[in-house]
Each structure stands twice: as structure tokens, then as C-alpha cells.
């Protein structure tokens, strides 16, 4: 049983893992297109700023190259946004990240050709991956597909692009991407704990709520539950017209099967009875509860008392086949039951309900038990 309640809330917890996971990268992967859009706008700006302010500067990266990848950018950023809200899986998310992530290795590319503009490549690097760490962290597939390119582009230049390699441009990009990495662990089991936490919280309130509206020991709804539904029935009804049934419950000598068996087998007597009742009834429109003890109440929307009373067959028949064994009954040899029924008519109370409903259970015992009386 233990080992059957772990894995329900296993299941659950990555059911909800695996649904944050898909909002947080829906919504934050708007925002990470968006400031991936002001980078390029800035790089795009301060070239034109820099022509303005000096026409004869040394501009690493020429007008017409910048133009048109900002260009590109643009483009991309026009069709990914709408098609973002599209994205229900992972391999497309990756797609996108990828030709993210492929754009700035270019423009890496075009900005470390000039020694002018080098000292710009690294902070631009370390501004794109902690970025992308806010914005990607609980989705890890879709985080490195936008970081590779980059991280693979601008350690290959460094490292291939003179015969010596440069130890403080590479050391320095080790370090960044050990802080980045140990970011992206402190942030995922932040992430993890939290969805955890929230998860125990709603199975701690959805078992809270049971033990609210259901009877711990048959499953069916208890007292409680039962007064809601009763008057918010009865309200409905008055409303909208129509009417219903109730049928009252009461296992015959029960009292006498504890005293026989014990209180353990009588608690098992309860459940399969509570079992057949479940199984005769409409689901999920009417409601089974427990009334207290050995009794029980059922409630039948829309339904007269004909049809409340082919219910009650139903339920004496079930019964019946159950056959669960009764040494000191003084009807059968087996667990029967005795029911009333009683129609609800315009201005009744739940109260007067009840106790009309129990005035023809009494009838139906006084008649002999195992059977039903519909109350005039």
C-alpha cells in the first residue's frame, strides 16, 4: 500500500514538473527573444553612434555585415515570437534555441576578426548565457542548445586563431562557464524543491478535502458532503423544476453481526455493502454517503419515486449477490438491507426529507425487512 502511494505521488509530481517545465519555457522564452532583441539592438546602435560621433573610426565589424545580421535578427525574432506560443514540445524549443544561439556564433565570429572590437565578445558572452540561465534553467535540453554554438565557437576562435593559445581569454572563459554551470545546478534543485513542495501541498489538501467530504472507512461521501449536496439540490430544483429522490439505507441486525463476528469483519460488511451500492447507482450523478453507523442515504437526481424504486430493486438484488454471510439474521442467511424512499416535492426542507424518508424506512423494517417502502 505504502509503496502504491509513493508511486501516485511520483507520478504526479512529474505530471506537475513536467507542466512547469513547458509554462516556464513558454513564457520565458518571450522574454529571453526579447532581450536577445535589445543585444542586437544595441550592438546595432552603437555602430551607427559611432559612425556619427567619428566617421573616420575604426569600425570592427563593417556597416553593411552588422546591418544585415541585425536584419536577419529582426526577421527571425518577427516569426519565432507568434510561433513561441505554438510550442508544446521539446525538439522544436531546441530547434529555436539552436538558431538562437547559432546567430550570436556568427556575430562572434565577425567581432573577434577585428582586434577593435574583441574586448566587446566577452561581457556580450557572459550577458547571453546568464540570460539564458534565468530564462532557461528548469528545461536543460533547450538551455545547451542555445549555449553551445557560442561557447563552442568562441572557444574554437580562441584557441585556433594564433599559433600560441591565449590563457587568460580561455581561463577566463573556463570560469565563466563553471559559474554558469553552478548556477544552472543551485537553480534546477531550487526548481525541483519548489514544484515538490507544491506538489505535497496538493496532495496534503486533496487529502484534507477527503477527509472533509468522504467517509474514511467505505469511500462513499459522508454526513457532511451529504448535507451540501442535499441542500444545494434542493435549491437547484426550486429553480430550474424537477425533482428528486432519496433513499435511506439500514443494514438489517447489523448490531448483531458485530457482536458475532466483531467490529473488524463489520467494518469489512460496510465496505462491500458501500461497494454495491456504488455499482447499482448512476455515476458519477448520484451521490452515495454514509448516514452514520450502518446507514446509509442515496441521492437520485432527476428521479421520481418509480425510479427510485428500481433502484432500491437494484440495490436488494446486489445485496443479495454479494452474499456476504449473516449467522443471526432473522431474514436471510446473508447481509440484506431495508430501504425508504422518499420523493421530494416543492417547498420541502432537507430536514423533512429526511425524516420522511427514515418514517418509510421504518415501515419497510416493520414489514419484514430486506426490501423498501416508498413513503405517500
Given amino acids: 500500500m505504502q509503496k502504491t502511494t509513493h508511486t501516485l505521488q511520483d507520478t504526479a509530481f512529474n505530471a506537475m514538473l513536467d507542466h512547469y517545465k513547458k509554462a516556464s519555457l513558454r513564457t520565458s522564452g518571450i522574454w529571453l527573444l526579447i532581450a536577445n532583441l535589445c543585444f542586437v539592438l544595441f550592438l546595432f546602435g552603437r555602430h551607427q553612434f559611432r559612425l556619427l560621433l567619428d566617421p573616420h573610426a575604426d569600425v ?9 545580421l541585425s536584419l536577419i535578427f529582426l526577421v527571425f525574432f518577427v ?29 562572434f565570429h565577425y567581432m573577434l576578426a577585428s582586434d577593435a572590437q574583441q574586448q566587446m565578445v566577452f561581457p556580450l558572452f557572459c550577458m547571453l548565457i546568464f540570460t539564458a540561465l534565468i530564462a532557461l534553467y528548469p528545461t536543460m535540453p533547450v538551455l545547451y542548445s542555445f549555449i553551445a554554438p557560442l561557447w563552442l565557437s568562441l572557444f574554437i576562435h580562441l584557441i585556433f586563431r594564433d599559433n600560441t593559445i591565449p590563457v587568460l581569454e580561455v581561463a577566463a572563459i573556463l570560469i565563466a562557464s563553471a ?3 553552478t548556477g544552472r545546478i543551485m537553480l534546477s534543485r531550487w526548481f ?25 472507512l467505505t469511500g462513499v461521501a459522508n454526513r457532511r458532503q451529504l448535507d451540501n449536496q442535499l441542500e444545494q439540490l434542493i435549491a437547484q430544483t426550486e429553480r ?19 457482536d458475532h463476528y ?4 463489520g467494518d469489512s460488511c460496510l ?31 432527476n428521479a421520481g419515486a418509480n425510479d427510485a424504486a428500481v433502484i432500491a430493486h437494484r440495490i436488494k438484488e446486489s445485496v443479495e449477490k454479494a452474499a456476504i454471510p449473516h449467522a443471526l439474521s432473522q431474514v436471510s442467511e446473508t447481509i440484506t438491507v431495508s430501504q425508504g424512499i422518499m420523493q421530494w416535492a416543492t417547498g420541502m426542507t432537507a430536514l423533512e426529507l429526511l425524516k420522511r424518508a427514515d418514517s418509510a424506512l421504518y415501515q419497510a423494517k416493520h414489514a419484514g425487512r430486506n426490501g423498501y417502502c416508498v413513503a405517500e
Wanted: aromatic share 10%.
Fill in 240 to 258: 430550474s423544476g424537477g425533482t428528486f429522490s432519496l433513499i435511506m439505507i439500514d443494514v438489517d441486525f447489523f448490531k448483531k453481526y458485530n
Fill in 271 to 301: 465496505v462491500g455493502i458501500a461497494e454495491c451500492f456504488k455499482n447499482v447507482v448512476r455515476q458519477p450523478a448520484d451521490l452515495v454517503a454514509r448516514y452514520g453507523g450502518e446507514e446509509f442515504v442515496i441521492l437520485l437526481h
Fill in 60 to 68: 570592427a565589424i563593417a556597416g553593411p555585415v552588422l546591418d544585415k
Fill in 179 to 181: 559559474l554558469f554551470e
Fill in 262 to 265: 466483531g467490529h473488524q469483519a
Fill in 79 to 107: 516569426i519565432a515570437l507568434p510561433v513561441l506560443r505554438f510550442i508544446r514540445s521539446r525538439t522544436p524549443a531546441m530547434a529555436l534555441a539552436f538558431l538562437v544561439g547559432l546567430y550570436w556564433a556568427v556575430v
Fill in 192 to 216: 525541483v524543491l519548489s514544484i515538490r513542495r507544491e506538489c505535497d501541498n496538493q496532495l496534503l489538501v486533496s487529502k484534507l478535502d477527503n477527509l472533509a467530504h468522504y467517509d474514511p
